[in-house]
């Protein structure tokens, strides 16, 4: 299957839910404020590394060629995962293009193996959304992975971001919304 170049998350959802259903569509409560990604801006010296892999009712499957990404945790990202993932509601506007020099994003290996490196220390939502054919072409499947994370100066986080069917997707915002 041939993959599009890597998109932002806001993007990425957007378009999932356009295709997917008549997703209803807010306003954005919580602006962007370029201070709340201050301390992401620039290179840092962690590494993230794992891979993303979903389990189906067909069994596990690898995020092959996809698209991983790692956003600062703050009120603005807070907003869309809860939003735009949790709830499937879109924003308006869906991201600012400020946003976009915060977006870490790499493609994953044919096994769904990924690496992220300079990485500024902090706490990030990562995603990834691995998507299927398990039948007929008219048959396409897919699923969000996706976990909150906490990474220190200097250091090699390695994980499986995975997603559990029976649990839904892994959402938390502990962060105030305006």
């Known amino acids: 299957m041939n993959r599009i170049p890597p998109i932002h998350l806001p993007l990425l959802v957007a378009t999932a839910l356009c295709l ?3 997703a209803p569509m ?16 620039g290179p840092g010296t962690a590494t ?8 189906t009712e ?7 060629g996809v698209s991983v990404e790692l956003v600062p945790v703050n009120a ?11 709830q499937g509601i879109l924003l308006s506007p869906s991201v600012d ?32 959304e691995v998507d299927w054919l398990p039948g007929y072409a008219t048959d396409y499947k ?12 200097g250091q090699t986080l390695h994980l499986t971001l995975s997603h ?8 938390e915002t502990t962060e105030t919304l305006r």
């Not at 807010?26 to 801006?41: G, L």
């Not at 993230?48 to 389990?55: A, D």
């Not at 559990?164 to 959402?171: L, Q, S, T, V, Y």
């Open 142 to 153: 897919a699923q969000w992975a996706m976990e909150r994370i906490t990474v220190a100066p």
């Open 26 to 41: 807010v306003p954005r409560r919580v602006p962007f404020n370029e201070a709340d990604f201050a301390a992401y801006r």
């Open 97 to 128: 293009a400020r946003f976009n020099k915060y977006a870490r994003i790499v493609t994953t290996d044919g096994h769904g193996n990924f690496t992220i490196p300079a990485v500024p220390a902090g706490r990030y939502f990562i995603c990834g």
């Open 58 to 64: 067909d069994g596990m499957k690898e995020g092959n």
């Open 76 to 86: 603005y990202t807070g907003e869309m995962v809860e939003m735009e993932l949790g």
């Open 164 to 171: 559990n069917p029976n649990h839904g997707h892994f959402i």
């Open 48 to 55: 993230v590394t794992g891979q993303l892999v979903v389990s």
């Open 20 to 22: 997917t259903s008549c």
